[in-house]
């Protein structure tokens, strides 16, 4: 076997490992069944249990999770069986369980699950029994001696006491009595966004002092099916406190080691007078907050036996005194990622570092203004995807000038390829003459190869940002840009094995395995916009590793090839403008780079030269 035929076979199989390397380290997103084991007690079928009816307290540890026996009655038939209370604001739909008082049955107005007009609205929040369900829960829990166990939990039957339809306008209120005579109400109000106010409160008819803790809680039943499974990413639990952000992936909320007072798989973090908890999705999230005058313990904690995931609000334990009340107010943000919504709470309603529930990643202090710029660019234009060439525009320009040197340098290394070409002919195989004499070429030339480096890696933190910014934000998702891209946050629909929709029949799904080799037009754009940038960059001294780098191209059009279309076109923008400023650059330096004379040189050679002819015939 030649070298050429050897380094062509070495650079499929390095090509093939990288992919492979690639799906190993980004599989296809598993979710995990629900359980159906019953907890303390409580029947279910088949979408787990509560496995929650009251948090422990400082006085009272002990096992988190503990509810009271339930005989025959299903979750789900108790939650069948319950009235509803009626949700409608500009932006949600649904209901309220009086079983629980619990907020489980919420959809979002503005966002729809495809791109069909009359495909259903967004699901959020879905009650005990189905599949997936998650919901939100608010109690009191006991405290110690003096707390009385009649509190109301989980399966509390509530009776309205005011209100019919909770809108922005028109608040309800629930009402318990246990059998000491201690009255709970809950007053439940919403605004016109996604943000929920709910005030608990306690009238101590009992005639001896109680201790008891008002808290609230975001429960989900099993991994999430729509998790997308990437790194950069956060799905799952996350917590803010006065110090720091805590993002917890749903993976490692399971691998958490047990806390001495919720028990197993439990995380704490105390919230002095501000910070918030609950779970995030890639557009969505449900939050509780606590008020600003509040002392609270936010919680991330999973139940191994019912594949249950929570975040908990508990507020301080409280003593009431015999014939008073006390009162409790949290908020529930349970809604869509709108920037300048969250944006609008942070600073209009004072919920602290709200705007950080969006994953601006580790270089958040370019990502955020890099959004402010996209965010504002898409109003401008009414268009997301050319709001992103726009934006990429932008960003090209202001590093134009870091780039300039590193584009430079490599129009000179490129002036020197002919000579570096005669040394490694006079060296032959002797390797280190050959890095003495090139050593030797760049000193008197006065080039030095790694100038162009320094610029290079200064710019990656922007390039991530940027690619931050477009798989995060909430205005990619069923956004079109024209022609047949009807979502940029969705693959390139375009197949070549149709012949892009010329041919009768469709092109593989997504599930299928040809889906890899279902390459739409975006996806070939990039590969060719990469193959060009490539081939103004000096060519590699290994013929080896110069293999490699030719296949590279193509091998990332195929891996790139099933990512959102916002940011292909985005990658594809980037490389054009790369490719017009290092050309340009290269060419005021004197070099002409020849694009396409390797792939037409053969038709060159055939084509006869007329004066040679003439001057032949006349011999």
Same mark, same amino acid.
Request: aromatic content about 12%.
């Given at each position: 076997?030649?070298?050429?035929?050897?380094?062509?076979?070495?650079?499929?199989?390095?090509?093939?490992?990288?992919?492979?390397?690639?799906?190993?380290?980004?599989?296809?997103?598993?979710?995990?069944?629900?359980?159906?084991?019953?907890?303390?007690?409580?029947?279910?079928?088949?979408?787990?249990?509560?496995?929650?009816?009251?948090?422990?307290?400082?006085?009272?540890?002990?096992?988190?999770?503990?509810?009271?026996?339930?005989?025959?009655?299903?979750?789900?038939?108790?939650?069948?069986?319950?009235?509803?209370?009626?949700?409608?604001?500009?932006?949600?739909?649904?209901?309220?369980?009086?079983?629980?008082?619990?907020?489980?049955?919420?959809?979002?107005?503005?966002?729809?699950?495809?791109?069909?007009?009359?495909?259903?609205?967004?699901?959020?929040?879905?009650?005990?029994?189905?599949?997936?369900?998650?919901?939100?829960?608010?109690?009191?829990?006991?405290?110690?001696? =003096?707390?009385? /166990?009649? *509190?109301? !939990? @989980?399966?509390? &039957?509530?009776?309205?006491? $005011? %209100?019919?339809?909770?809108?922005?306008?028109?608040?309800?209120?629930?009402?318990?009595?246990?059998?000491?005579?201690?009255?709970?109400?809950?007053?439940?109000?919403?605004?016109?966004?996604?943000?929920?106010?709910?005030?608990?409160?306690?009238?101590?008819?009992?005639?001896?002092?109680?201790?008891?803790?008002?808290?609230?809680?975001?429960?989900?039943?099993?991994?999430?099916?729509?998790?997308?499974?990437?790194?950069?990413?956060?799905?799952?639990?996350?917590?803010?406190?006065?110090?720091?952000?805590?993002?917890?992936?749903?993976?490692?909320?399971?691998? =958490?080691?047990? /806390?001495? *007072?919720? !028990? @197993?798989?439990? &995380?704490?973090?105390?919230? $002095? %007078?501000?910070?918030?908890?609950?779970?995030?999705?890639?557009?969505?999230?449900?939050?509780?907050?606590?008020?600003?005058?509040?002392?609270?313990?936010?919680?991330?904690?999973?139940?191994?036996?019912?594949?249950?995931?929570?975040?908990?609000?508990?507020?301080?334990?409280?003593?009431?005194?015999?014939?008073?009340?006390?009162?409790?107010?949290?908020?529930?943000?349970?809604?869509?990622?709108?920037?300048?919504?969250?944006?609008?709470?942070?600073?209009?309603?004072?919920?602290?570092?709200?705007?950080?529930?969006?994953?601006?990643?580790?270089?958040?202090?370019?990502?955020?203004?890099?959004?402010?710029?996209?965010?504002?660019?898409?109003?401008?234009?009414?268009?997301?995807?050319?709001?992103?060439?726009?934006?990429?525009?932008?960003?090209?320009?202001?590093?134009?000038?870091?780039?300039?040197?590193?584009?430079?340098?490599?129009?000179?290394?490129?002036?020197?390829?002919?000579?570096?070409?005669?040394?490694?002919?006079?060296?032959?195989?002797?390797?280190?003459?050959?890095?003495?004499?090139?050593?030797?070429?760049?000193?008197?030339?006065?080039?030095?190869?790694?100038?162009?480096?320094?610029?290079?890696?200064?710019?990656?933190?922007?390039?991530?940002?940027?690619?931050?910014?477009?798989?995060?934000?909430?205005?990619?998702?069923?956004?079109?840009?024209?022609?047949?891209?009807?979502?940029?946050?969705?693959?390139?629909?375009?197949?070549?094995?149709?012949?892009?929709?010329?041919?009768?029949?469709?092109?593989?799904?997504?599930?299928?395995?040809?889906?890899?080799?279902?390459?739409?037009?975006?996806?070939?754009?990039?590969?060719?916009?990469?193959?060009?940038?490539?081939?103004?960059?000096?060519?590699?001294?290994?013929?080896?590793?110069?293999?490699?780098?030719?296949?590279?191209?193509?091998?990332?059009?195929?891996?790139?090839?099933?990512?959102?279309?916002?940011?292909?076109?985005?990658?594809?923008?980037?490389?054009?403008?790369?490719?017009?400023?290092?050309?340009?650059?290269?060419?005021?330096?004197?070099?002409?780079?020849?694009?396409?004379?390797?792939?037409?040189?053969?038709?060159?050679?055939?084509?006869?030269?007329?004066?040679?002819?003439?001057?032949?015939?006349?011999?």
């Amino acid at each position: 076997m030649n070298n050429q035929t050897s380094n062509t076979v070495m650079a499929l199989v390095l090509s093939f490992l990288v992919i492979t390397g690639w799906y190993m380290l980004f599989p296809p997103p598993e979710t995990a069944p629900d359980s159906t084991e019953p907890v303390a007690g409580l029947s279910t079928d088949g979408a787990g249990t509560d496995g929650v009816a009251t948090p422990p307290v400082a006085t009272a540890p002990g096992a988190a999770g503990e509810t009271p026996a339930v005989p025959a009655p299903t979750i789900s038939a108790v939650l069948a069986d319950s009235a509803r209370i009626a949700v409608e604001t500009p932006d949600l739909t649904g209901t309220i369980a009086l079983v629980g008082g619990r907020i489980d049955d919420l959809h979002l107005k503005q966002y729809r699950d495809s791109l069909d007009p009359d495909s259903p609205t967004v699901t959020l929040l879905k009650p005990a029994g189905e599949d997936h369900a998650y919901y939100a829960l608010h109690g009191w829990a006991p405290g110690g001696d =003096l707390g009385n /166990d009649d *509190v109301p !939990g @989980a399966l509390t &039957e509530w009776r309205l006491e $005011e %209100g019919e339809t909770l809108t922005p306008e028109t608040p309800i209120t629930l009402a318990w009595t246990n059998a000491d005579g201690m009255v709970f109400r809950r007053t439940i109000a919403v605004d016109d966004k996604y943000m929920f106010s709910v005030t608990q409160s306690v009238e101590n008819n009992s005639g001896t002092s109680q201790r008891l803790a008002p808290y609230g809680v975001i429960l989900r039943h099993g991994t999430p099916e729509d998790l997308t499974g990437f790194y950069i990413l956060q799905e799952g639990p996350i917590a803010q406190t006065a110090e720091e952000l805590t993002e917890t992936k749903y993976k490692k909320v399971r691998e =958490l080691e047990a /806390d001495p *007072v919720w !028990g @197993a798989h439990a &995380e704490v973090f105390p919230l $002095e %007078g501000t910070g918030w908890v609950g779970m995030t999705d890639h557009y969505w999230m449900s939050v509780l907050i606590p008020d600003a005058t509040s002392s609270a313990t936010a919680v991330h904690k999973y139940e191994e036996s019912s594949d249950q995931y929570s975040t908990w609000l508990k507020l301080d334990t409280v003593e009431v005194a015999p014939g008073a009340t006390a009162v409790a107010t949290t908020r529930l943000f349970a809604g869509a990622k709108e920037w300048g919504t969250i944006r609008d709470y942070e600073k209009e309603e004072g919920v602290f570092k709200f705007l950080d529930s969006i994953d601006w990643g580790m270089f958040f202090f370019i990502t955020k203004p890099m959004f402010w710029l996209l965010h504002n660019l898409n109003a401008l234009i009414g268009n997301m995807g050319w709001a992103i060439i726009a934006l990429t525009v932008v960003i090209k320009t202001m590093l134009f000038p870091l780039a300039y040197k590193s584009y430079v340098s490599m129009a000179r290394m490129r002036e020197l390829q002919p000579e570096m070409e005669k040394i490694r002919e006079r060296a032959g195989d002797d390797k280190q003459k050959q890095q003495v004499e090139i050593m030797e070429l760049y000193k008197r030339e006065k080039v030095n190869p790694a100038s162009g480096c320094l610029p290079i890696f200064l710019q990656i933190p922007i390039w991530f940002s940027l690619y931050k910014v477009i798989f995060v934000t909430l205005e990619l998702r069923h956004a079109p840009w024209f022609g047949w891209i009807a979502d940029l946050s969705a693959p390139d629909p375009s197949s070549i094995l149709n012949g892009f929709g010329l041919f009768p029949f469709d092109a593989p799904g997504p599930t299928s395995w040809f889906a890899f080799f279902s390459l739409g037009l975006l996806p070939i754009l990039l590969g060719i916009s990469m193959w060009l940038q490539q081939k103004l960059n000096p060519p590699a001294t290994d013929k080896t590793q110069a293999q490699i780098m030719a296949w590279m191209p193509w091998v990332f059009m195929f891996m790139l090839g099933r990512f959102a279309s916002g940011l292909v076109l985005y990658w594809i923008s980037n490389n054009t403008l790369t490719f017009i400023q290092q050309y340009t650059i290269m060419w005021r330096h004197g070099h002409r780079p020849d694009l396409f004379g390797n792939i037409f040189a053969g038709l060159k050679k055939k084509k006869p030269d007329a004066e040679a002819k003439e001057k032949s015939e006349k011999k």
